[in-house]
């Protein structure tokens, strides 16, 4: 679209701008508690809520603080929670067994929060870092991240999550083949009502760091994912991702990590036109607020700001670990 604009001092647009009740009239774009999907850290043990330094506010919590804390997600009107497990290193083997163990923390938080707060969606993360010695998403033999057997353990991965109650399968481990792969076998084992958001363009980041240590893959990880997660210089292959994961059967699709890669929201929902989510990563997070700890910046109207940002680009909504704080200062 090509502005019209009239020439001065017939156009002076400071008018539009003027007052507050101006300003919401002609306001574009807005945030609200729907457009909301909250990261949390499950871990092993009750009562725990144990605070992870890189990222100040977020906590690991054990399975009963998960309830907790999506119940009162619920009451806040925040429709999905999305989990992380934090794995005990004794667990990590080279076969990533505990990922489809129906007893794994995930899954445990799963049946736990579907009995609890019914009305929240929950959201999975699929890929075997947690699980995997070596830190990888994928397995490593002789020092290659290996596709097509990856998949058939994200397969076992999903069908696990589903079973538990899982409404919204989230791979995030990038290999090929993985969406049709998953979409199948939740089809055949009857779990046609559970949705794929796929990590469609997932970017290989330095803004992952603290969630590195949040799940403590920090340590685990040899090497970096280049090989399977895309080279920050790239936009096209992100559109060919996108059209691959929704032909395979991806119910909505996802760019990470977000603010960087405003390009890439924008391009996805102006050419395909399907619900389409950031993820502000952890990194991002860390940013703004030791930021705003050192007094360097107003941590809540650059939290609101750079949400806003998401939903200016096209995005439906974004992976935000400022969730609640967010809802809170909607709801007022
Ligand atoms: C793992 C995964 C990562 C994130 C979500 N799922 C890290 C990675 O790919 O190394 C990052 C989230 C964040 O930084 O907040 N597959």
Redesign the pocket.
Known sequence: MTPTVAAFPAARLRRTRSTPAIRDLVRENTLSVGDLIW?VFVRDGTGIEEPIPSMPGVMRRSVDKIVEAAVEAQTLGIPAICL?PYTDASLKTEDCAEAWNPDNLTNRAIRAIKSAAPDIAVMT?V?L?PYNINGH?GYVVNGEIINDATVEALVKMTLAQAEAGADIIGP??MMDGRIAAMRSALENAGHSNVMILSYSA?YASG??G???DAVG?SGALTGD?KTY?MDPANGDEAMRLVQRDLNEGADMVMI?PGIAYLDICHRVKTNFGVPTYA?Q???E?AMIQAAAQNGWIDGEQVMLESLMAFKRAGCDGVLTYFAPKVARLLKG
């Open positions: 990261p992380f993360d890929a870092d998403d995030s481990d997932k803004y992952y603290p969630f590195r893959a994912k997660q990470k993820y990563v952890s990194g997070y």
